[in-house]
């Protein structure tokens, strides 16, 4: 009788090993779990984050990895989380950091994109990376076996619901942040929002010349109104709100003081060269801070 209860344990153990799906420490030192069923990877600081997020009725990922050795990792990291399949793929942004290993996924994974990103993809394509990229290991060159560029299969237009098992995704294009086509992605039940490349984490982002501050205010003010329990921006390691709070702080503070010495009579030049923010003395990217002042001073010219 003994033997037998002690067969049907061990029957039973045997069961919940195979059938207990990998925590996210099992993956890898990149992965951690933000919520049940959600596990991003973050890779180094300044490389983009992606996002696996299982539902019952299969996978939604958030973006696909750095470089090809990271979109490789997280499909090998999904197959070892579900047997599901990978249903949509959503676009934070269209440079290259983010949508290079969409062939990794794609077909059959569907790509989804703010309108723009297809025609920003091809104007941006650089064959020399890929071959610059298998150059860097043989790591980098077996994980860029049978690359293309895969462009999304769905672009939308201000906003766009994925529904999927228990999930709800709520897309929201944001004007001006940072490319041609950013998405904002908003989890309303698990209060958990992905910001894209509209804020950096304690660092200088490179505001483009179609960047604006107002614009990239209001889509923080935006974001920090859905009242969100984790912020998860495109690159960087994700936290709570006050990642939004920050980087409002930040860029309020840099028009104020672009906008005093701008009353002053000073030219963009000088003010590049006065313009003192002991605010951000230890944040990364300051190489950047030229391209902030240049995007403050337009906005206070208008
Ligand atoms: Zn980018």
Request: proline letters at 6%; aromatic letters at 6%.
């Amino acid at each position: 009788m003994a033997m037998k209860i002690a067969s049907v344990l061990l029957v039973t153990a045997g069961l919940l090993l195979v059938s207990a799906p990998a925590s996210s420490q099992d993956l890898g030192p990149h992965f951690k779990t933000v919520k049940e069923g959600i596990i991003t990877y973050v890779a180094k600081p300044d490389e983009s984050n992606c996002t696996i997020i299982l539902t019952s009725e299969g996978v939604v990922l958030i973006d696909s990895g750095h470089n090809p050795t990271d979109s490789q990792t997280i499909l090998k990291a999904v197959k070892q989380l579900t047997p599901l399949p990978i249903r949509f793929l959503i676009n934070t942004e269209p440079h290259a950091d983010h949508t290079t290993g969409h062939y990794v996924f794609s077909p059959p994974t569907v790509i989804v994109a703010a309108a723009g990103a297809t025609q920003s993809m091809k104007a941006a394509y650089n064959p020399r990376r890929i071959e610059q990229l298998r150059g860097e290991s043989p790591e980098m060159r077996a994980a860029a076996e049978g690359y293309r560029m895969v462009t999304p299969q769905i672009e939308y237009n201000d906003k766009m619901t994925i529904n999927l098992g228990e999930r709800t995704f709520e897309l929201m294009y944001l004007k001006n942040v940072h490319s041609e086509s950013d998405t904002a992605i908003w989890l309303p039940k698990e209060r958990i929002v992905f910001t894209a490349a509209s804020i950096g984490v304690k660092r200088v982002n490179n505001l483009r010349p179609s960047v604006t501050i107002p614009d990239t205010l209001a889509a923080i003010r935006m974001m920090k109104a859905l009242n969100p329990e984790v912020v998860i921006p495109g690159h960087g390691v994700y936290g709570g709100i006050s990642l939004l709070d920050d980087n409002e702080r930040y860029y309020t503070l840099l028009l104020e003081r672009v906008r005093a010495l701008v009353q002053q009579g000073r030219t963009l030049e000088q003010i590049q060269k006065e313009l003192k923010m002991p605010e951000i003395e230890t944040w990364a990217g300051k190489d950047r801070f030229n391209t902030n002042v240049d995007a403050a001073y337009r906005a206070v010219k208008g």
